[in-house]
């Protein structure tokens, strides 16, 4: 009977021990289904601002002034995150991070890492450098509330949210001075997502 307490204890700790973090930076570009992945940091619905810290391979809020960073606005319209293995690379015109994107779907965890289907680029400006945002829908059907997998079908059923992401990404945070120099469509998203990706080794 001990020994079986022991047998049990031991698979046990191996279990929780070998239960590492997921490496998300450097995760596939597409997983085995041929669907571009994406990392989700800040949940639909919610306001503090996650990030994905390179140091700490954690997720810990933005900080101003020492300060976590709560958006003092609406809550995110969709659940914001970074697609894995992209870095636009800033002597190439890019931010210096991971494409960010912005999933239209129910919300889902922090951490969570979800098959997505791009349908457009929303193009921004921000403090004068390029920050365009991937706007997408979750790959699996059973999982998607926009029935839209193109920028078109997007533009022409719902309006009204395209309306909603621009004046959200123009209003949630006063102290930078976003502007919007327009849209494209999901075969320019697929292009941004193939020009920053990282080759694999």
């Known amino acids: 009977m001990q020994k079986l307490k022991i047998l049990i204890f031991c698979n046990i700790f191996i279990a929780f021990s070998c239960n590492t973090p997921p490496d998300y930076e450097n995760l596939p570009l597409k997983d085995k289904n041929g669907n571009y992945q994406a990392v989700v940091e ?6 503090l601002k996650l990030e994905f810290d390179h140091s ?38 890019g931010d210096g991070d991971a494409l960010d994107v912005l999933i239209l ?35 699996l059907k059973k999982d998607q509330i926009f029935k839209a997998e193109s920028y078109k079908v997007f533009l022409n059923n719902y309006p009204e949210a395209k309306e909603i992401i621009e004046l959200w990404f123009l209003s949630y945070d006063k102290d930078n001075s976003l ?11 697929i292009h941004r997502i193939k020009k920053w990706s990282i080759p694999s080794t």
């Open 179 to 189: 502007k919007i120099k327009g849209w494209e469509d999901e075969n320019e998203a």
């Open 42 to 47: 800040i949940p639909s619905g919610t306001n």
């Open 105 to 139: 779907g129910q919300s889902v965890k922090t951490g969570e890492i979800i098959p997505i289907k791009p349908i457009a680029v929303l193009k921004l400006l921000d403090e004068g450098e390029q920050d365009d945002k991937i706007i997408a829908v979750p790959a």
């Open 56 to 93: 700490s391979k954690k997720f810990i809020p933005d900080q101003r002034n020492g300060i976590d960073r709560i958006i003092e606005f609406l809550p995110y319209p969709g659940n914001y995150g970074f697609i894995p293995s992209t870095y636009s690379d800033p002597e190439k015109g």
